[in-house]
Protein backbone atom coordinates (compact mmCIF):
# COMPACT_ATOMS: atom_id res chain seq x y z
CA UNK A 1 0.00 0.00 0.00
CA UNK A 2 1.31 3.55 0.81
CA UNK A 3 3.78 5.12 3.42
CA UNK A 4 2.05 7.46 5.63
CA UNK A 5 4.03 9.79 8.10
CA UNK A 6 2.21 10.85 11.27
CA UNK A 7 3.07 13.68 12.94
CA UNK A 8 1.22 13.81 16.19
CA UNK A 9 2.63 14.54 19.59
CA UNK A 10 -0.34 13.53 21.52
CA UNK A 11 0.21 9.68 22.05
CA UNK A 12 -3.59 8.66 22.50
CA UNK A 13 -4.12 10.30 18.91
CA UNK A 14 -1.04 8.73 17.47
CA UNK A 15 -1.46 5.08 18.78
CA UNK A 16 -5.29 5.14 16.83
CA UNK A 17 -4.13 6.51 13.75
CA UNK A 18 -1.58 4.15 13.80
CA UNK A 19 -4.18 1.60 13.95
CA UNK A 20 -6.59 2.67 11.65
CA UNK A 21 -3.66 2.66 8.90
CA UNK A 22 -2.06 -0.46 9.94
CA UNK A 23 -5.17 -2.44 9.79
CA UNK A 24 -5.97 -0.42 5.92
CA UNK A 25 -2.20 -2.18 5.11
CA UNK A 26 -0.55 1.30 4.99
CA UNK A 27 3.63 1.34 6.23
CA UNK A 28 3.07 3.73 9.09
CA UNK A 29 6.28 5.85 10.29
CA UNK A 30 5.01 8.19 13.47
CA UNK A 31 7.44 11.00 14.89
CA UNK A 32 5.57 13.52 17.79
CA UNK A 33 7.35 16.72 16.88
CA UNK A 34 7.57 18.55 13.60
CA UNK A 35 11.57 19.14 13.18
CA UNK A 36 12.03 14.90 13.76
CA UNK A 37 8.55 15.06 11.57
CA UNK A 38 10.40 17.09 8.63
CA UNK A 39 13.69 14.83 8.89
CA UNK A 40 11.82 11.69 8.40
CA UNK A 41 9.49 13.11 5.67
CA UNK A 42 13.07 13.72 3.78
CA UNK A 43 14.08 10.11 4.48
CA UNK A 44 11.10 7.94 3.77
CA UNK A 45 9.39 10.20 1.46
CA UNK A 46 5.92 9.18 2.38
CA UNK A 47 3.09 9.04 0.19
CA UNK A 48 0.86 10.69 2.86
CA UNK A 49 1.54 13.09 6.29
CA UNK A 50 -0.94 13.49 8.36
CA UNK A 51 0.04 16.19 10.55
CA UNK A 52 -1.39 17.68 13.88
CA UNK A 53 -0.82 21.82 14.26
CA UNK A 54 0.16 22.53 17.43
CA UNK A 55 3.76 20.27 18.34
CA UNK A 56 6.91 21.04 19.65
CA UNK A 57 10.16 22.46 17.56
CA UNK A 58 8.47 23.52 14.58
CA UNK A 59 4.16 23.31 14.51
CA UNK A 60 2.66 21.81 11.80
CA UNK A 61 1.61 25.11 9.56
CA UNK A 62 5.94 25.32 9.27
CA UNK A 63 6.02 21.58 8.46
CA UNK A 64 3.59 21.43 5.89
CA UNK A 65 4.80 25.30 4.65
CA UNK A 66 8.57 23.68 4.26
CA UNK A 67 7.05 20.36 2.66
CA UNK A 68 5.34 21.75 -0.04
CA UNK A 69 8.41 24.54 -0.69
CA UNK A 70 10.77 21.09 -1.82
CA UNK A 71 9.50 20.03 -4.99
CA UNK A 72 10.32 16.62 -3.90
CA UNK A 73 6.78 16.70 -2.36
CA UNK A 74 5.21 17.73 -5.09
CA UNK A 75 3.09 14.61 -5.18
CA UNK A 76 2.51 14.23 -1.59
CA UNK A 77 -0.40 14.56 0.22
CA UNK A 78 -0.93 16.47 3.00
CA UNK A 79 -3.45 16.30 5.61
CA UNK A 80 -3.96 18.28 8.56
CA UNK A 81 -5.57 16.67 11.25
CA UNK A 82 -6.09 19.23 14.40
CA UNK A 83 -8.12 20.65 16.98
CA UNK A 84 -8.23 24.22 15.38
CA UNK A 85 -11.57 24.75 13.96
CA UNK A 86 -11.61 28.20 13.15
CA UNK A 87 -12.47 28.81 9.52
CA UNK A 88 -9.29 31.30 8.97
CA UNK A 89 -7.19 28.45 10.56
CA UNK A 90 -8.51 26.25 8.15
CA UNK A 91 -8.11 28.81 4.96
CA UNK A 92 -4.33 29.75 6.71
CA UNK A 93 -3.88 25.34 6.51
CA UNK A 94 -5.13 25.30 2.81
CA UNK A 95 -3.31 27.79 1.55
CA UNK A 96 -0.44 26.38 3.39
CA UNK A 97 -0.51 23.76 0.64
CA UNK A 98 -2.63 21.48 2.70
CA UNK A 99 -4.93 19.23 0.73
CA UNK A 100 -7.21 17.70 3.31
CA UNK A 101 -8.37 19.18 6.82
CA UNK A 102 -9.87 17.13 9.90
CA UNK A 103 -10.80 18.47 12.77
CA UNK A 104 -10.38 16.69 16.37
CA UNK A 105 -12.02 15.11 17.85
CA UNK A 106 -12.30 12.85 15.02
CA UNK A 107 -14.16 9.70 13.25
CA UNK A 108 -11.15 7.19 12.69
CA UNK A 109 -13.16 5.64 10.01
CA UNK A 110 -13.72 9.30 8.27
CA UNK A 111 -9.70 9.87 8.80
CA UNK A 112 -9.42 6.39 6.72
CA UNK A 113 -11.41 7.40 4.28
CA UNK A 114 -10.07 10.93 3.89
CA UNK A 115 -6.53 9.17 3.48
CA UNK A 116 -7.95 7.36 1.37
CA UNK A 117 -9.16 9.52 -0.98
CA UNK A 118 -6.44 11.55 -0.92
CA UNK A 119 -3.95 8.62 -1.76
CA UNK A 120 -6.43 7.76 -4.61
CA UNK A 121 -5.52 11.12 -6.24
Known amino acids: MA ?7 DE ?3 ALVVHRLTQAGHEVIVEADGEAG ?6 SMPDLVILDW ?3 RRNGLEVCFELRAD ?7 ILMLTAKAQEQDIERALSAGADDYVVK ?3 SRELLARATALLSR
Open 3 to 9: IVLIVED
Open 12 to 14: DVR
Open 38 to 43: LAAARE
Open 54 to 56: MMP
Open 71 to 77: EAFANTR
Open 105 to 107: PFS
